[in-house]
């Protein structure tokens, strides 16, 4: 009867030793296809962005050549943000937005908020405008009314 026990005792012991060995290769399979599904994940991402990007371009350039891409006073930042990618970096510029000492509302008009920050609106424009014609990003050096600036030619004694 012992050696019955043993017996039966060495086939367990080789039946758990194979299923073990077949729960690593699984594991490992397991783990590769993860890896090839947030691979692929990713690459969805970067396509989907890519996609989303070169749709925005697409839109713009059909406001564009269509004569609807256009700056005008009484627009609201927010519909200048949603006409050009770009806008909101031309609005920066003159500290428009982009930060918290120079926030504007997207429901304000962008002849409010010049008025407001004292900017001058016609360059303003003048600067939204190379978005619209599509001859490049061109801005004017903006004002800076009454903002501290640096004299790069300013030395400081210690």
Not at 83 to 88: K, N, V
Request: charge should be negative; hydrophobic fraction near 40%; glycine fraction near 6%.
């Amino acid at each position: 009867m012992e050696y019955v026990a043993i017996a039966v005792a060495l086939i367990a012991l080789f039946v758990a030793w194979r299923n073990g060995s077949k729960l690593k290769y699984l594991q490992e399979q397991l783990d590769a296809t993860n890896n090839r599904y947030f691979s692929l994940i990713n690459q969805v991402r970067e396509a989907e962005e890519t996609m989303q990007q070169q749709l925005m371009d697409l839109r713009v350039e059909l406001k564009r050549q269509t004569g609807q891409l256009k700056f005008e006073p009484q627009m609201t930042i927010g519909e200048i943000y949603d006409m050009h990618p770009r806008a909101a970096d031309v609005l920066a510029e003159f500290h428009l937005g982009g930060c918290s000492s120079c926030a504007v509302s997207p429901d304000q008009t962008l002849a409010d908020a010049a008025r407001q920050h004292n900017l001058d609106l016609d360059r303003l424009l003048g600067a939204l405008k190379p978005l619209a014609d599509g001859t490049g990003h061109v801005i004017p050096q903006a004002p800076t009314h009454g903002r501290l600036t640096t004299d790069p030619d300013l030395r400081i004694i210690a």
